[in-house]
């Protein structure tokens, strides 16, 4: 069965700090892989994902992701995180278009001054 | 882009009761998903609706706690029976766009169970 773990259940980072967020899945062939940001109250908000191709991607406001097949790792990563990024962030994984999701625990994002 | 309705938006509900959520997608779907967010939690996701056959259900869910209808292409219904507390949650209709792969949902429900 497929599963995603994200170990971070929450950081805190100074503005201006990078940051890096881990997801792990398992799953028995390279399934498409997503990150999702929901900010308090919000709805959830695409930020980039992962068919094929370039194993590293780039997302909306600024974030970038790296597809690490030996690691089965998909992590997000961000050079300089801003006071609106503090948000929960989901890592999910599909087995191919149009199917369902599985997402997993979330990581709370706090940012401090 | 898929645009997503649902109704109600958020509703208190008294225990043993039951409720209906309404979804309705503004492009014909095969398949509609609807997913449960428990309070600081995920998302997992109860089942699936395919038009014109039964809800497949994830493991933990049964059709008798939430029984989904699927009548046309653009529509599904869920509804949480005999509510407890614990099914206190915002439930989320969900649609997959089969060309970009992205996860479109609708606004959620937030249902609080007294």
């Known amino acids: 069965a497929q599963s995603v773990t994200q170990p971070d259940i929450h950081i805190t980072v100074s503005e201006g700090a990078s940051l890096e967020l881990r997801c792990n899945y398992s799953y028995g062939a390279t399934p498409y892989l997503f990150w999702y940001v929901q900010s308090p109250g919000q709805g959830l908000q695409l930020l980039l994902k992962?068919?094929?191709?370039?194993?590293l991607v780039q997302g909306i406001k600024g974030f970038e992701a790296e597809f690490k097949r030996s690691q089965s790792s998909f992590n997000l990563r961000k050079p300089s995180v801003h006071w609106s990024d503090a948000a929960e962030y989901f890592c999910a994984v599909a087995p191919n278009t149009g199917n369902q999701f599985y997402f997993g625990t979330g990581t709370s994002l706090t940012v401090i001054p | 882009s898929a645009v997503i309705s649902q109704k109600p938006s958020r509703d208190i509900c008294q225990r043993g009761t039951s409720l209906t959520i309404q979804c309705q997608v503004d492009s014909q779907v095969t398949m509609m998903f609807w997913y449960r967010q428990q309070p600081g939690q995920s998302l997992t996701l109860i089942a699936t609706a395919n038009q014109g056959s039964e809800a497949t259900y994830e493991s933990g869910f049964v059709i008798d706690k939430f029984p989904i209808s699927r009548p046309n292409l653009t529509f599904s219904t869920l509804t949480v029976s005999n509510m407890s507390p614990e099914d206190s949650s915002i439930y989320l209709c969900?649609?997959?766009?089969?060309?970009?792969?992205?996860?479109?949902f609708g606004e959620g429900s937030r249902l609080t169970v007294l």
């Open positions: 969900s649609v997959a766009d089969s060309n970009t792969g992205e996860l479109f």
């Open positions: 992962y068919f094929s191709g370039d194993t």
